[in-house]
């Protein structure tokens, strides 16, 4: 028996055991087969393994024959009772039948392998000859099933402890987490898992060694320490959005997870870094969509209050010249009127009608801020040409409010190519607006210069100016600073808009320089046609 244990007791695992048991029996019993009969994985049914002769040597004859667990076969009933089984005459013991007829045995032991309480198996011993097995040797075979199930019992744990640290580390190497073992003295990196890798860019061998704190930017690095020493304190585990970094230098959201792990008496770190890239990425997109979405709010309720504005405007400046044109007309019917008193009330009415012409005409002005550069009618003109053209309107205009306006034709301004009818829209947008917010006595200039990129014309005033927050907004359609129907100045808020669509179609730049209470001065630039001869012109000041 100490033979026997000290033979079976060199191994660890399971099937070196177990054919250990089968051969070392000869030296104890004689017998002429032996054999162990295992539980299957399923635990439903025995399979015969290490099958072997009395000489010691191995036969094939039933090897991995399955064997039910009930009480038709001698092995089963064992298996199934726990108890042992003693035929010295197998012949006289019809109780079973034969598990390996073709053997012949005469004679057979069967004693139970029992380990956490539970029935693993049976070893089993049978001879050729009736009466050849003895109470002595079912008593050695007992004792040597229990020697064997103290052994097998070390071997199964330990096959356990291996399955389960095999499956512990596929588990952490396949993780869909960041997985490290870190030495609680040092920081240093003792085992990665898979992710690590993929995720930092560094091959398993690079990290291992290298410092946790390694992992992490610059300037992130004193707040990793004061994590890991909340870490070391149990003070902290758990750790939300820090920022980690790649080997190429990219920066990685986490939420880091920790806890202190004892193994074999030394204690480590396990740290579990959770990846939120991802999501810190859809954050932000999230964060943008809903600003664009706030954005765009505020701006259609910008326009609906622009369009409010604009249906209020447009009502009250209809009414208003209609209103005295009734009334007028009215008056005009009665027979006591002398000549002098019609004429002027011809003249308001006419002036009325002027200004509801001019409304119609920005109205339908609204039309052409969908002009595109296809519908221009472009051919070579003279800027100069366009001002004096709307000059006498301009200058009647600024008359009668009592403003000195004046034009200063620069020296050398070349011939450009320009829709001529378009341009003067421009033009007397910009002089009529000057006009409108000049007071009486003061100075509206309008002056033309050669650029290096082209032909540019100024408009200066000396009236109001225009407020910081409102010179952004200037050129926007409907747009007025202020836009109640109690203002002082008409319009519809559109002729800005209008002249920049139109500079902007010729390929030219529109902008205003104003301060409050000091004028404004609003300057476009077209280009000068650069295949066209310049044709300079000098004209002089009106």
């Not at 758990?238 to 008496?265: E, H, N, P, T």
């Not at 943008?288 to 706030?294: H, I, K, P």
């Amino acid at each position: 028996m100490v033979r026997i244990a000290n033979t079976i007791l060199q191994y660890t695992q399971l099937e070196d055991i177990l054919a250990a048991i089968t051969r070392e029996l000869a030296g104890v019993i004689r017998f002429d087969r032996s054999s162990i009969a295992f539980m299957t994985p399923d635990g439903k049914e025995l399979a015969l393994r290490h099958i072997y002769k009395g000489a010691g040597t191995k036969s094939a004859i039933g090897e991995g024959r399955r064997i039910p667990i009930d009480e038709k076969s001698v092995i089963g009933w064992v298996a199934l009772n726990g108890k042992p089984a003693f035929r010295p005459s197998i012949a006289h013991d019809q109780r079973f039948s034969e598990v390996v007829k073709e053997e012949h045995l005469a004679c057979d032991m069967v004693v139970p392998l029992v380990a956490r309480g539970k029935v693993i198996g049976t070893i089993n011993v049978g001879c050729y000859e009736e009466g050849a097995l003895t109470e002595r040797d079912l008593e050695m075979l007992v004792n040597c099933g229990s020697l064997a199930c103290g052994v097998i019992e070390h071997a199964l744990l330990l096959q356990e402890a291996k399955t389960l640290g095999s499956r512990y580390r596929t588990l952490q190497h396949n993780a869909s987490d960041i997985i490290l073992l870190v030495d609680r003295d040092t920081g240093a990196l003792l085992e990665v898992n898979r992710k690590t890798c993929d995720v930092f860019g560094y091959a398993e061998d690079e990290l291992r060694g290298r410092s946790f704190f390694d992992l992490f930017p610059p300037e992130h690095q004193l707040q990793a320490r004061r994590d890991y020493v909340n870490i070391l304190s149990r003070k902290s585990t758990s750790f939300v959005d820090r920022q980690m970094r790649s080997r190429d230098g990219g920066v990685i959201y986490v939420d880091i997870s920790a806890s202190l792990v004892d193994v074999d008496a030394a204690s480590f770190v396990q740290i579990l870094v959770h990846d939120i890239s991802q999501r810190r990425m859809l954050e932000q997109q999230i964060i943008r969509q809903n600003q664009r979405l706030q954005d765009a709010l505020r701006k259609l309720r910008e326009v609906d209050r622009m369009k409010t504005e604009f249906l209020a405007n447009i009502s009250h400046e209809l009414r208003t010249p209609l209103s005295v044109i009734i009334a007028y007309s009215d008056a005009l019917r009665e027979p006591s009127l002398d000549a002098e008193e019609r004429r002027g009330f011809l003249d308001v009415v006419a002036q009325s009608g002027q200004s509801l012409l001019r409304l119609i005409n920005d109205l339908l002005d609204l039309s052409q801020l969908e002009t595109t550069e296809a519908m221009l009618s472009v051919g070579p003109s003279h800027l100069h040409d366009v001002v004096r053209a709307l000059w006498p309107d301009v200058e009647r205009f600024a008359a009668d409010k009592g403003i000195e306006l004046r034009f200063e034709p620069g020296v050398g301004v070349p011939v450009a190519w320009f829709d001529n009818r378009r341009m003067q829209q421009v033009v007397s947008s910009l002089v009529h607006n000057a006009l409108k917010f000049t007071p009486q006595g003061g100075v509206v200039v309008v002056r033309s210069s050669s650029v290096p990129d082209g032909v540019c014309v100024e408009v200066s005033d000396t009236g109001e100016g225009i407020p910081a927050e409102h010179l952004p907004s200037v050129f926007e359609a409907f747009r007025q600073i202020d836009g109640s129907t109690t203002r002082r100045w008409g319009g519809l808020g559109i002729g800005l808009a209008m002249a920049k669509h139109i500079v902007e179609l010729h390929g030219g730049r529109i902008s205003v320089e104003s301060r409050e209470g000091e004028g404004s001065t609003f300057r476009f630039v077209i280009p000068a046609d650069a295949h066209q001869p310049l044709n300079l012109v000098e004209s002089e000041p009106v």
